[in-house]
């Protein structure tokens, strides 16, 4: 089955810097990689995703980038503020229909702190 | 803030009981997917349900076994639990055929 590994596990940056964070993914057949925000005590919520047909997309300060060749793909926050604090998740699909649909593996996540 | 929501917020058990977990999806949405959540950790996938039939399973025991109803609202069983069945249940909904799925806020549950 898919196995997702996400680096790092923490990640620190001063207000107005640049976070990254990497994913790798196994299953080559993987398409949709979906990233989640999940603030302390709340649910899960989709930030951006992206599917294998696309390199990069980018809605504001947020960016994720794919690179199918070497199943790698990442996010980008640029000018963090402390309200994007929290813990961030990434997560792989398998392509296919049917049973496939709703099983997403998530990767271990990473806990992003922005001081002001 | 999504429509889907889980019931109730807080539970505690005690190993060999079982317990049941409420998920309503969001308006329009056919498909409901559990994942467990233990502290610390990526949420993991349990099953899913489509058109009130399970439609896909993770590596779970079959002591977790689900419900979907006609208004596509959905249960979670746990028979037999276990200390380490302590996590957060989370349930998403979403359309089939559709990737995206919305998270409920999920239900904590502490197995003495």
């Known amino acids: 089955g898919e196995n997702v590994e996400q680096h790092p596990s923490t990640l620190s940056v001063q207000e107005g810097d640049s976070a990254v964070i990497k994913c790798t993914y196994s299953d080559s057949a993987s398409n949709y990689f979906p990233w989640y925000k999940q603030e302390l005590g709340k649910r899960p919520q989709l930030i951006i995703d992206?599917?294998?047909?696309?390199g990069e997309k980018k809605d504001q300060r947020i960016a994720v980038t794919l690179n199918k060749t070497a199943k790698h793909f990442s996010l980008h926050i640029t000018e963090t503020q402390p309200e994007d604090s929290a813990v961030y998740f990434c997560?792989?699909?398998?392509?296919?229909?049917?049973?496939?649909?709703?099983?997403?593996?998530f990767g271990q996540g990473t806990i992003l702190t922005v001081h002001p | 803030e999504t429509g889907v929501t889980q019931s109730p917020t807080h539970l505690i058990k005690t190993r060999g009981q079982q317990v049941t977990l409420r998920c309503s999806s969001q308006s329009g949405h056919n498909t409901v997917s559990w994942y467990q959540q233990a502290l610390g950790q990526g949420p993991q996938f349990i099953f899913q349900?489509?058109?009130?039939?399970?439609?896909g399973r993770g590596n779970f025991p079959p002591r977790f076994s689900g419900l979907q109803f006609p208004n596509y609202s959905s249960e979670l069983n746990v028979n037999a639990l276990e200390l380490d069945d302590s996590a957060l249940y989370l349930c998403?909904?979403?359309?089939?055929?559709?990737?995206?799925?919305?998270f409920g806020p999920g239900t904590r549950l502490l197995v003495l």
């Open positions: 992206i599917r294998s047909n696309v």
């Open positions: 997560a792989a699909r398998p392509q296919g229909g049917g049973t496939s649909y709703g099983k997403l593996t």
């Open positions: 349900y489509y058109r009130e039939e399970e439609n």
């Open positions: 998403a909904s979403s359309l089939q055929g559709r990737e995206t799925q919305y």
